[in-house]
């Protein structure tokens, strides 16, 4: 089993192990990462009195985070455990009259499973024993059923059966035959056949039924209408649905009789629905798909009488994540991306937008993306993952366009009396074109600006995706280390726009390249940066730019590329999401125009290279494979240049997704640094 030891001895395999800078004893540790919690999923309670969040924690002995059910008023009093025990429990949602509260758990070790509280005895009991996990639970309006979305499998292919093989003999196991499009899939690994479907179940227990079927995907969020006859949802039940990842309608699903209706019709995708508190309208999310590698979500309105529908916030030009009702019919909630910022504001349908508040985040302890959500009350009361740059999520709450307000601290304790990083805002020019960048720096602990440090360049993935000034684990560790830590928002990332995003549409890697050089010097024009000990590291699209840019510069004393793309055309054939990456980061089809594929690949810049460089991915990658790591690393050797190749057992994408995992990636890149960082 990979371990928190065993990782520590993979970091010994490269150099001493790290230690925080001299003189710094209340630094922050690589074994803090265990200490860290998270207030995540925080669920209002119908009336806006108390709200239930999933406490999340690093237990050290199973080397897993786990999950406990945590109650707190709104006001910040009466903080107390609801579900705790030794399996994981999430999935909480409030019944509508407040008094039981719906979630999901493994408890029992029978699975991952329906269960109930009722909040006035405090008593639970488990309603279902399924075989799949259940997902999206929603209640009925008058508290009688609650309806979920589970994998149901199908028979798998067969081509020919095998012969009887004699009693008692061991053969080998069976061959398994592939004839889906979507075989695998990143942190799950091969499929099992079958599809998503939605069910109902009584909220007494007993026997779930399912209303969806066809080999259809059906899940994501959903509404009941107000008489409870029937489920809205977003599918794509297109005939060749596979081959159109981005699209999805609205649909009707009457819950007696199992009858769809389709409820929109575009090009584009529609999802998330939510229906007004006096049932006349729909509000959802979905855009008009051009194509492109990045598109401006809107929010929708539909009138359920006449279907008219309403665009609301249209020059709004940002990823809105999320859309709910604001207790009243003629208001909602919606979240969205900001520079680098998560935002909670309140929309008017007459279309007139007030920020509430933009410190929502910390959900994400790895790297500082922009994370965290929020659930709203009949009066109007919302909760929230509230972050900041030096905590992870503790739980807010709000109310309109009042002042919002923090209520728990739960890292008080580990991280009070610790020397944690502030995230400082800086923006510059590119040296491309004069295009405005921003990007943060999180300084060692003592920081002495009459000093030179070290600094280390680190580049988000995506490449659609935003940093900002979140808690960062991985910073932190950096930063303790000795090192000034630059992360960027180049162009091609989310919070700035469409145009701003899509100045890499069909070009990536290309001039984030030089957004990135310019905020390397924009740092060093500071005045404490030694400039002969830079250094840069970044997954996923960041570890597509990290090679990138050492196949482009020599000014680095060291990479490390993490889970990266090299070969655009190997990856395009090879990866989980192939139909999505070959129709919107392309114009074609690797055979139809492989120099397309081979000019935006890091493999081709190869032969330039001259950085030692490190390359670290999880050997269950389906997302950025394996192998795309060991094509750089094996040209690197070929090239007799210093690299190293660093495989992550049992790891999917996600690297950090244990906290071993998290502590041996941050640990091993700081060794590989150590190793050419000059005195």
């Known amino acids: 089993m990979w371990n928190c030891t065993r990782a520590l001895l993979l970091v010994a395999a490269l150099s001493a192990p790290f230690s925080p800078a001299a003189g710094e004893d209340n630094a922050f540790l690589n074994t803090d990462v265990f200490e860290l919690e998270v207030a995540a999923n925080p669920q209002i309670s119908p009336d806006g009195s108390r709200i239930a969040y999933s406490r999340q924690s690093m237990d050290i002995m199973t080397d897993r985070p786990v999950s406990n059910i945590w109650i707190v008023d709104a006001d910040g009093s009466n ?73 149901v499998p199908r028979e798998p292919s067969s081509l020919a059966p095998p012969p009887a093989k004699p009693e008692g003999a061991e053969w080998a196991p069976p061959v398994t035959v592939i004839e889906s499009v979507q075989y695998r899939g990143d942190g799950a ?11 109902v179940l009584s909220a007494d227990g007993g026997t779930p ?29 297109q005939d060749d649905w596979i081959y159109d990842p981005m699209e999805s309608e609205l649909w009707s699903v009457d819950v007696a009789s199992g009858e769809m209706t389709q409820l929109t019709d575009r090009n584009g995708p529609d999802f998330a629905p939510t229906i007004s508190p006096d049932g006349s309208k729909i509000a959802y999310i979905g855009f008009d798909d051009r194509k492109l590698g990045y598109h401006s979500r809107e929010v929708y309105v539909m009138d359920r009488r006449s279907g008219a529908l309403t665009v609301l916030a249209r020059d709004l030009d940002r990823e809105i994540d999320d859309v709910q009702w604001a207790g ?19 929309l008017s349908l007459g279309g007139k937008l007030s920020r509430i508040t933009d410190d929502v985040g910390g959900v994400s302890i790895g790297r500082p993306y922009a994370s965290g959500g929020f659930s709203t009350a009949n009066n109007g009361a919302f ?60 300084k060692p602990p003592g920081f002495d600006a009459s000093k030179r440090y070290p600094l280390i360049l680190e580049i988000h993935g995506g490449p659609f995706a935003t ?58 024009a500071r005045g404490y940066i030694d400039e002969n000990n830079l250094f840069v590291t970044g997954g996923s699209g960041g570890g597509v730019l990290s090679a990138w840019i050492v196949g482009k510069t020599d000014r680095f004393a060291a990479a490390v590329v993490a889970k990266p793309v090299i070969n655009w055309i190997s990856w395009a054939l090879t990866a989980d999401m192939y139909t999505f990456g070959t129709q919107y980061w392309f114009a074609d089809l690797p055979w139809e125009n492989p120099d397309a594929y081979w000019a935006r690949s890091p493999l081709s810049l190869v ?38 190749l660093i495989r992550v057992p049992e790891a999917s994408h996600g690297i950090a997704g244990r906290p071993s995992h998290l502590i041996a990636k941050a640990d091993n890149i700081l060794a590989w640094f150590a190793r050419y960082r000059s005195e």
């Open 79 to 151: 903080h107390r455990p609801l579900l705790t025990g030794t399996g994981s429990f999430g999935g909480q949602t409030w019944s509508p009259g407040g008094d039981r509260l719906a979630y999901v758990t493994n408890v029992d070790d029978r699975g991952p499973q329906i269960h109930v509280m009722w909040m006035d005895t405090g008593r639970s009991g488990a309603l279902t024993n399924l075989r799949h996990s259940p997902g999206n639970l929603t209640w009925s309006p008058d508290g009688k059923w609650i309806a979920f979305s589970m994998f």
């Open 189 to 199: 690994g091969f499929l099992d056949a079958g599809d998503t479907h939605i069910f």
């Open 209 to 237: 039924r399912q209303i969806t079927s066809g080999e259809y995907n059906h899940g994501g969020r959903m509404a009941w209408t107000p008489d409870g006859s029937s489920l809205i949802f977003g599918a794509n039940r």
């Open 328 to 346: 009243n019919s003629k208001d909602l909630y919606i979240l969205y991306d900001d520079q680098g910022d998560k935002v909670i504001a309140s």
């Open 383 to 442: 909760a929230y993952s509230s972050g900041r740059s030096n905590r992870p999520a503790d739980v807010g709450v709000g109310r309109g366009t009042r002042e919002t307000r923090r209520i728990t601290d739960l890292n008080a304790d580990a991280l009070g009396h610790k020397s944690v990083g502030e995230a400082e805002e800086i923006r510059w020019k590119s040296s491309a074109d004069e295009l405005e960048i921003q990007g943060w720096i999180v």
């Open 467 to 524: 940093y900002g000034p979140h808690f960062s684990a991985e910073v932190q560790l950096y930063a303790a280390a000795g090192y000034v830590v630059l992360y960027t928002n180049p162009r091609g990332s989310t919070s700035y726009g469409a145009d701003f995003a899509n100045e890499i549409h069909h070009n990536y890697p290309g001039q984030d390249y030089d957004d990135l050089m310019s905020g390397v010097d924009a740092v060093i």
């Open 607 to 644: 032969g330039n290279v001259e950085t030692p460089t490190a390359l670290l991915t999880g050997e269950q990658d389906h997302r950025t494979p394996i192998t795309e790591s060991e094509q750089y690393y094996q040209a690197l050797k070929l090239r007799k240049i210093d690299s190293a």
